[in-house]
């Protein structure tokens, strides 16, 4: 959610970013060289549309532009580190690819440790000088619940100082409208009827405020419907939440081609971490193999490498991990940090049972529990699971399913190769989130959130 997302902000850091970037390469060449030799600052010069175009993708992709309620600099210093990493080995690769061998890569490696601190620094002040602009007044038009979980995803360090209001179906209606015209931001939970949304959307819209409205399950199936004229009647097409033929192949194809490179690139990697599971517990298997459900609910055997005790679930039955959960091993710890237990599911995408990108398979177990909960779950199972998602770099592991399954919905109803393309290169940065990697939060810890309930932070 942008709070304060303006284009001028968006130009203004974009732009700021590049000149950092560019001041880097400056800087660079000066401690190396103390000067500017023509041969090397000439291959710099022929480089420079590449550096700069690839820079403007990347700061896209991972969204550096953005300027929300939620941006901490540990969230800023993650995205700009693989910003910067991913833009030095660009940038050797279009030395090598344009032939521009002058271009010293010395002061590449140098310029790389400029651009962190100099594009940490210009973010960081810019987000501290519009800070102001990002704190301000919210309503919150929903039941405790709704509005618990929401109070706790906006108390961000950057909206630090912001206040709220929580407002439940039935109150007056008059007051509401006020409320309305008082505050900066409205946001209207799932639970509320069509009357009361439809009333403060219109009411907003009057006074010239913007609402965020969290979508239910029902709005994420008209999303993207068609129109057309039934003779004098303007009506809707509804597409099924399918892939078509084309964008399957072409999936596919994608799928096969890119499995097989990183299963040869990360050949060393899984035989290491098969040699050092078992050599932790030598009588258990390094690879860990259970049957989930594919599309169209069709079961499959998933493989991951093993990072809990043997026969884990043999006493306690079908049940998530927790955030410090005893059944995990030491190497299983940091695997799972680093997600290198997923690694072996490239196989199952070579098969054919999964895709690089999808929902992530479940067991039929938390299947037909979560179908009892939310009747839209089983529409995640009419594409192939994925070893990341959207859900999976928008969330975190303890996000709800409810959630989760928003995310999911509207991937399928998305779907693109571009939109894959930007899931993959974001699913890098979760890798570097504790919170992405962690397990679900334990019951008294959700109880403990669920009874919190502040009107200032």
């Not at 419907?225 to 994608?254: H, N």
């Not at 070579?350 to 992530?360: C, F």
């Not at 979560?370 to 699971?385: A, C, F, I, Q």
């Not at 070893?387 to 969330?395: E, F, P």
Request: glycine share 4%; proline share 4%.
């Amino acid at each position: 959610m942008d709070f304060n997302n303006s284009r001028t902000h968006k130009f203004l850091l974009m732009l700021g970013d590049i000149l950092c970037i560019l001041i880097a390469y400056v800087s660079a060449f000066y401690i190396r060289y103390f000067d500017f030799p023509d041969p090397n600052w000439d291959a710099f010069i022929s480089l420079l549309p590449w550096i700069i175009v690839i820079g403007l993708f990347l700061i896209s992709v991972y969204e550096l532009y953005i300027i929300d309620g939620k941006q901490t600099l540990s969230d800023l210093f993650r995205k700009i580190l693989v910003v910067v990493t991913m833009l030095t080995f660009l940038t050797m690769a279009s030395s090598y690819l344009f032939r521009a061998f002058a271009m010293p890569r010395s002061v590449i490696v140098i310029s790389t440790v400029f651009m962190v601190v100099y594009l940490l620094v210009f973010n960081a002040v810019f987000l501290k000088l519009t800070r102001r602009n990002v704190v301000g007044k919210f309503l919150i038009v929903g039941n405790k619940t709704n509005t618990d979980q929401l109070i706790t995803k906006i108390n961000y360090p950057m909206l630090k100082g912001s206040e709220y209001t929580c407002v439940r179906e039935g109150s007056n209606i008059k007051n509401i409208r006020q409320m309305v015209i008082d505050s900066n931001y409205i946001i209207l939970c799932t639970d509320i009827s069509k009357e009361l949304k439809s009333q403060v959307i219109y009411h907003a819209m009057e006074h010239n405020k913007e609402v965020y409205v969290i979508p239910t399950l029902y709005e994420l199936v008209l999303q993207r419907a068609t129109t057309s004229p039934l003779d004098d009647t303007l009506v809707m097409g509804v597409k099924p939440f399918i892939l078509t033929w084309e964008k399957l192949f072409f999936k596919r194809i994608f799928d096969i081609i890119f499995s097989f490179i990183i299963l040869v690139l990360i050949s060393p990697i899984l035989i290491v971490m098969g040699v050092i599971i078992k050599l932790e517990d030598p009588k258990a298997a390094a690879i860990f193999k259970q049957e989930r459900l594919g599309k169209d609910d069709k079961p499959f055997t998933i493989y991951k490498f093993r990072s809990m005790i043997s026969d884990a679930e043999s006493y306690t039955g079908p049940v998530l991990a927790s955030t410090d959960d005893d059944r995990i091993t030491k190497v299983g710890k940091f695997i799972r940090a680093t997600r290198i237990d997923e690694l072996p599911q490239f196989f199952n995408v070579l098969k054919g049972d999964m895709s690089i990108v999808g929902p992530r398979p479940e067991r039929e177990f938390f299947i037909n529990k979560l179908l009892k909960e939310h009747y839209h779950y089983g529409y995640r199972n009419r594409v192939k699971p994925g070893i990341t998602g959207y859900a999976q770099v928008m969330g975190k592991y303890t996000t709800v399913a409810e959630d989760k399954l928003r995310f999911d919905l509207f991937y399928i109803r998305n779907y693109s190769f571009w939109l894959d393309l930007l899931i993959i290169l974001k699913t890098v940065l979760v890798v570097f989130d504790k919170s992405k990697s962690e397990g679900t939060e334990t019951e008294n810890n959700i109880k403990e959130k669920n009874n919190i309930y502040h009107h200032d932070h």
